[in-house]
């Protein structure tokens, strides 16, 4: 019951980008909105490790895709710092349960770490943080 209220929730929050979408917004506001986006979007990488799920394919896929256009980029250019270490969190957590999407967080590590070394260096801190978080759960 808790998870099919999770899912209308996700639900009812993309409809509700989707209309603010279609009001032609400002640069700000389509920032906002774009943040909101990516926001939902790692929020459903929250349950990965829910294999009996029935949206478990639909957020592997999501998954596959944000590797694909490195949507971690987006996380990175819009200071999402947040999310990012909420996303490293969900993977770490993931990765003892199922492995089926493991090459796609290599290809999101991958990008994120060469970002990392072009750019901020703060983030290592951050990801070695999610390893050892990861580590005591072994």
Not at 31 to 39: A, G
Request: aromatic share 12%.
């Amino acid at each position: 019951m808790e998870r099919a209220a999770a899912e209308m929730e996700m639900e009812r929050r993309l409809r509700d980008i989707g209309a603010r979408f279609s009001s032609l917004p400002d640069g700000d506001e389509l920032l906002r909105l774009l943040e909101d986006v990516l926001k939902l979007i790692v929020e459903a990488f929250r349950e990965l490790d829910d294999v009996d799920c029935s949206s478990y394919g639909t957020r592997v896929s999501m998954l596959e895709t944000f590797a694909e256009i490195r949507g971690c980029n987006l996380l990175l250019d819009l200071d999402c710092n947040d999310l990012i270490q909420d996303m490293f969190h969900y993977f770490f957590r993931t990765t003892s349960y199922a492995t089926s999407f493991f090459a796609f967080l290599c290809h999101i590590f991958t990008t994120l770490s060469v970002s990392i070394l072009l750019g901020s260096v703060k983030w290592i801190t951050v990801i070695f943080s999610c390893v050892l978080d990861f580590e005591k759960c072994l």
